[in-house]
């Protein structure tokens, strides 16, 4: 990990010698003490971090569901790493792991039964079942919380674009029924476009759900009958993946089952069926008339009725904060802890992109700033070797669940190791790998957003100041560092359980792009002379205030009245 040139290196810069802070006569300042350990900086590489966040966000893992395999592998890699290194493990039973469980619900099986009315019969047109063992000519995209039953619309493309004259859900009287829409929206055709882009798919359902309270969306698929075989192997393992997570101690109040209204795709063959046709042929004949006549389409009631079960069970789930610790050498100030925070865990698996990928590898959320904490620990540790420590100690906290409600960041709050008036200030580093869409495409990427700092402690704000000027010198973007952002950045990641004690805290954050969440988010589009880079301010900034003379005070009252209103 770390290479013995750089020993002689150290030898030019650290001028008090190997005797370092613990073994001096005069304790140094803290800015004699900064500037002997900032040198370390140069250990964070971008090698150093490629390395680990190849195998961090591999596709092995699964994308770190928490309480999945995946996410246990991550566990464990980051505690042999830290155990290796030589860091002191601070979890249950002298491990690296805090231990915490969740109750959450799974589901045992979906049930569709598919019924056609003729005359005055209604018979039983198809009947399957999904399950983690069995396939159904349904596949569950999102929704579908609770049992709903309704007849069936045909609806086009369910868009309704009034500038462009497209109206395909005017005059539908969807209240309690399923409307059977073709899955990809025909924006433009041939240069000519049809409907207005910004017509998402998203847009449409919801459209859809709030005109009458549909029960939801049936999508006609445009994939190949093998393709919605294949899709159908992998719905058996995400249909028993487990949600609406939340801590065993505070119970399940205020929780739900998700959202009620559903979101499916439906098997060709079915489709066929539906819209009275032979064959698939007939039914890629029949959208592309559609496409044609575009204008001239008005939605068709179908003689079907869709009665939907989903049965739901509730398990528990086990997982674990990784958690280690770098001991300061200041023996008045050792018991003082700066917390560096990154989440691990990521969103697992998911429908396919169109690109047939389902994995979410998640390596800027959050795998770049797991392996942001790697390096710096790297880098602490090496100056340690050397005799040279920060005045207070640090603990390394990789927290899971942040994905399903900053679960594993609460866990440790309110079952802190080391106590929270202890507790001086709280970094947390979460997605700073790779730029915003719109500044990638200006190539003005030497920046990172600084949430928290002034809006909560002005002395902490100016540490990190001060520890950029000293070495990285990027741009402190400060966009969404307000208390009254739309975006609420401020209380979105692990920081904000620290910040609702009243721990001043700064997030480091790179801003979302468009693979945010979804299987694009892979280690080959990181950047990774900018991780190497908000790595570094993050190792500085750990350095001025593990360092600082006092402690960093929470001086805005509009932050204190906010965090006196919330639950403790």
């Known amino acids: 990990m770390r290479v013995n040139y750089f020993h002689c290196l150290l030898i030019l810069v650290l001028y008090a010698g190997c005797s370092g802070y613990a073994l001096s006569e005069e304790p140094p300042s803290a800015e004699e003490l900064n500037d002997r350990l900032l040198p370390y900086q140069e250990l964070i590489t971008e090698d150093f971090l490629y390395s680990h966040l190849s195998v961090i966000a591999h596709d092995s893992l699964k994308g770190?569901?928490?309480?999945?395999?995946?996410?246990?592998?991550?566990?464990?890699?980051?505690?042999?790493?830290?155990?290796?290194?030589?860091?002191?493990?601070?979890?249950?039973?002298?491990?690296?792991?805090?231990?915490?469980?969740?109750?959450?619900?799974r589901t045992d099986s979906l049930v569709y039964s598919m019924y056609q009315i003729s005359g005055s019969d209604t018979l039983l047109a198809n009947h399957s079942v999904a399950s983690s063992d069995t396939d159904s000519d349904f596949l569950q995209v999102f929704g579908g919380s609770v049992p709903l039953?309704?007849?069936?619309?045909?609806?086009?493309?369910?868009?309704?674009?009034?500038?462009?004259?497209v109206l395909h859900l005017n005059g539908l009287d969807?209240?309690?029924?399923?409307?059977?829409?073709?899955?990809?929206?025909?924006?433009?055709?041939?240069?000519?476009?049809?409907?207005?882009?910004?017509?998402?798919?998203?847009?449409?359902?919801?459209?859809?759900?709030?005109?009458?309270?549909?029960?939801?969306?049936?999508?006609?698929?445009?994939?190949?009958?093998?393709?919605?075989?294949?899709?159908?192997?992998l719905n058996r393992h995400l249909i028993s993946q487990p949600e609406n997570m939340r801590l065993q101690y505070l119970g399940s109040a205020g929780t739900s089952r998700g959202f009620p209204r559903g979101y499916f795709e439906i098997h060709p063959e079915?489709?066929?069926?539906?819209?009275?046709?032979?064959?698939?042929?007939?039914?890629?004949?029949?959208?592309?008339?559609?496409?044609?006549?575009?204008?001239?389409?008005?939605?068709?009631?179908?003689?079907?009725?869709?009665?939907?079960?989903?049965?739901?069970g509730t398990v528990e789930i086990e997982t674990e904060n990784v958690v280690a610790f770098f001991e300061g050498g200041d023996p008045e100030l050792k018991d003082e802890v700066v917390v560096l925070t990154a989440h691990y865990d990521h969103i697992g698996i998911s429908q396919?992109?169109?690109?047939?990928?389902?994995?979410?590898?998640?390596?800027?959320?959050?795998?770049?700033?797991?392996?942001?904490?790697?390096?710096?620990?790297?880098?602490?540790?090496?100056?340690?070797?050397?005799?040279?420590?920060?005045?207070?100690?640090?603990?390394?906290?990789?927290?899971?669940?942040?994905?399903?409600?900053?679960?594993?960041?609460?866990?440790?709050?309110?079952?802190?190791?080391?106590?929270?008036?202890?507790?001086?200030?709280?970094?947390?580093?979460?997605?700073?790998?790779?730029?915003?869409?719109?500044?990638?495409?200006?190539?003005?990427?030497?920046?990172?957003?600084?949430?928290?700092?002034?809006?909560?402690?002005?002395?902490?704000?100016?540490?990190?100041?001060?520890?950029?000027?000293?070495?990285v010198n990027l741009e402190l973007d400060y966009t969404y560092n307000d208390l009254d952002d739309p975006n609420q950045f401020y209380r979105r990641s692990d920081h904000w359980n620290f910040g609702r004690l009243e721990v001043p805290f700064v997030f480091f954050f790179t801003g979302v792009h468009e693979d945010y969440h979804q299987p694009g988010d892979t280690v080959d589009?990181?950047?990774?002379?900018?991780?190497?880079?908000?790595?570094?301010?993050?190792?500085?900034?750990?350095?001025?205030?593990?360092?600082?003379?006092?402690?960093?005070?929470?001086?805005?009252?509009?932050?204190?009245?906010?965090?006196?209103?919330q639950p403790r």
């Open 174 to 233: 969807i209240q309690d029924r399923w409307v059977v829409i073709f899955e990809d929206i025909p924006h433009i055709i041939d240069g000519d476009t049809l409907i207005d882009p910004s017509h998402d798919n998203n847009q449409r359902f919801m459209e859809i759900v709030s005109r009458g309270e549909a029960n939801g969306v049936l999508v006609i698929t445009d994939r190949t009958t093998e393709q919605f075989t294949d899709l159908q192997e």
């Open 525 to 565: 589009k990181i950047d990774f002379p900018k991780l190497t880079q908000t790595s570094r301010l993050v190792y500085s900034s750990i350095l001025q205030v593990a360092n600082f003379d006092g402690r960093p005070e929470v001086d805005n009252e509009q932050f204190i009245e906010i965090t006196r209103n």
């Open 64 to 105: 770190r569901f928490t309480g999945m395999p995946g996410q246990k592998e991550a566990a464990k890699y980051l505690s042999d790493y830290y155990q290796e290194l030589g860091l002191i493990p601070v979890g249950d039973d002298d491990s690296y792991y805090q231990f915490f469980n969740l109750d959450a619900e």
């Open 270 to 312: 079915l489709a066929v069926e539906l819209l009275g046709l032979e064959t698939t042929a007939e039914l890629e004949e029949l959208r592309s008339g559609l496409i044609d006549n575009i204008r001239d389409f008005r939605p068709q009631e179908l003689s079907y009725i869709l009665d939907y079960q989903p049965y739901h």
């Open 149 to 165: 039953k309704g007849d069936l619309v045909y609806a086009g493309f369910g868009v309704n674009d009034t500038e462009r004259d």
């Open 352 to 471: 396919p992109d169109e690109t047939g990928d389902y994995i979410n590898n998640g390596a800027d959320d959050n795998g770049s700033g797991t392996v942001a904490l790697m390096a710096v620990a790297n880098a602490l540790q090496a100056a340690a070797e050397e005799g040279v420590r920060t005045r207070r100690s640090i603990l390394f906290l990789h927290v899971s669940a942040e994905e399903v409600g900053l679960l594993g960041s609460r866990y440790y709050s309110d079952h802190p190791i080391f106590p929270i008036e202890n507790t001086v200030a709280s970094y947390n580093a979460d997605m700073i790998g790779r730029s915003t869409t719109n500044r990638e495409e200006a190539r003005d990427t030497d920046y990172i957003f600084i949430i928290g700092g002034e809006i909560i402690s002005s002395q902490l704000d100016s540490l990190v100041h001060l520890a950029n000027d000293q070495s």
